[in-house]
């Protein structure tokens, strides 16, 4: 598995691929418009990025959108205005993005998409550092049809709507539950990606369904609501990781600690640390060399079994 350690040696890898120094990113003016703090691992990511940007000498020009798209576009057009080097955008959804990348494409400003896509023409943005969301709901599911021998009623607390990490965090998970008919999603409903919106839907996902009788895992498009699970079924008179079982993604701190203590069974990393490559990505833009379409940043699966000490190491 990799270690934060590794991953960020892989980081600062790309750079030197890319024969980038960072004395030259210095002088550079980046925006970089956040869909807000929704999750931990949300938070982490800006401390990441706001952190590498400082390491760089890079004048970062910062904007929590707070979970709205009109924000982020206000924030882009601002960053244009006052003629940055490069943007980086985190799109709370997928769709509404195509005149506001164009603007900034008219301005010869590149746009690096952190940690979510959209539906735009590809020439309308650089390129998109992220995970392969699919891959993770397809990882979540693989994981679950071999824990349950492939029998299990599901219930899945979706993130965002209209997010890409929702859709296709849906989508790989349930490419691969189509394959088992013992396997149902019974419910689906978005918790927001906040642990008070998994709570809350966990909540009626147990009183629907007898008390959680006809439940035997969660499927959490996210860490966060996974957490807010594990309350609701405690206050249900359940034991969460056991009566029901709950798989998630982000790997956050809380989440180790929630597996080490037998509530939550297995949690797929994100990697938050997705500044180092945006920056390489602009500044080689800048140089005139090429660059990929998508900086793939896929982390493994982690189970309980490592959960102790990955809490102990992610939480200094």
């Known amino acids: 598995m990799k270690s934060l350690k590794q991953l960020a040696v892989s980081t600062a890898a790309l750079g030197v691929a890319l024969g980038l120094s960072f004395a030259?990113?210095?002088?550079?003016?980046i925006g970089f418009s956040q869909i807000g703090s929704e999750s931990g691992w949300r938070t982490s990511e800006t401390a990441s990025?706001?952190?590498?940007?400082?390491?760089?000498?890079?004048?970062?020009?910062?904007?929590?959108?707070?979970?709205?798209q009109e924000n982020q576009i206000k924030a882009v057009?601002?960053?244009?205005?006052?003629?940055?080097?490069?943007?980086?955008?985190?799109?709370?959804?997928?769709?509404?993005?195509?005149?506001?990348?164009?603007?900034?494409?008219?301005?010869?400003?590149?746009?690096?998409l952190v940690d979510r896509g959209v539906a735009a023409d590809e020439s309308l943005?650089?390129?998109?550092?992220?995970?392969d969301f699919v891959v993770e709901g397809a990882l979540a599911a693989a994981w679950l049809a071999a824990?349950?021998?492939?029998?299990?009623?599901?219930?899945?607390?979706?993130?965002?709507?209209?997010?890409?990490?929702?859709?296709?965090?849906?989508?790989?998970?349930?490419?691969v539950v189509g394959?088992?008919?013992?396997?149902?999603?019974?419910?689906?409903?978005?918790?927001?990606?906040?642990?008070?919106?998994?709570?809350?839907v966990m909540e009626s996902f147990l009183k629907a369904e007898d008390g959680g009788k006809n439940i035997c895992a969660v499927y959490a498009h996210n860490d966060d609501m996974a957490?807010?699970?594990?309350?609701?079924?405690?206050?249900?008179?359940?034991?969460?990781?056991?009566?029901?079982?709950?798989?998630s993604i982000d790997a956050v701190p809380d989440i180790?600690?929630?597996?080490?203590?037998?509530?939550?069974?297995?949690?797929?990393?994100?990697?938050?640390h997705l500044g180092g490559p945006s920056f390489d990505a602009i500044a080689a833009a800048k140089e005139g060399k090429e660059v990929p379409k998508w900086i793939k940043a896929n982390g493994p699966l982690y189970l309980p079994d490592t959960a102790a000490e990955e809490y102990k190491m992610r939480s200094k």
């Open 147 to 175: 824990e349950t021998n492939g029998v299990c009623d599901v219930v899945e607390l979706q993130g965002t709507v209209g997010s890409s990490a929702a859709n296709d965090r849906k989508e790989g998970f349930e490419s």
């Open 49 to 68: 990025i706001k952190a590498e940007a400082e390491k760089r000498g890079i004048d970062l020009k910062f904007s929590d959108a707070q979970q709205k």
């Open 77 to 112: 057009r601002s960053f244009i205005a006052q003629g940055v080097d490069g943007i980086l955008l985190a799109p709370v959804v997928e769709t509404g993005w195509d005149q506001v990348l164009q603007e900034a494409k008219d301005a010869g400003i590149p746009v690096v």
């Open 256 to 272: 180790f600690k929630a597996m080490a203590d037998g509530d939550t069974n297995a949690t797929i990393e994100l990697n938050p």
């Open 179 to 200: 394959n088992f008919p013992g396997i149902n999603i019974i419910r689906s409903q978005s918790g927001d990606f906040t642990r008070s919106g998994g709570k809350e």
């Open 24 to 29: 030259a990113q210095a002088e550079m003016m």
């Open 125 to 131: 943005y650089l390129t998109k550092v992220a995970s």
């Open 227 to 247: 957490l807010g699970a594990v309350q609701a079924i405690k206050e249900a008179g359940l034991n969460p990781g056991d009566d029901i079982l709950i798989v």
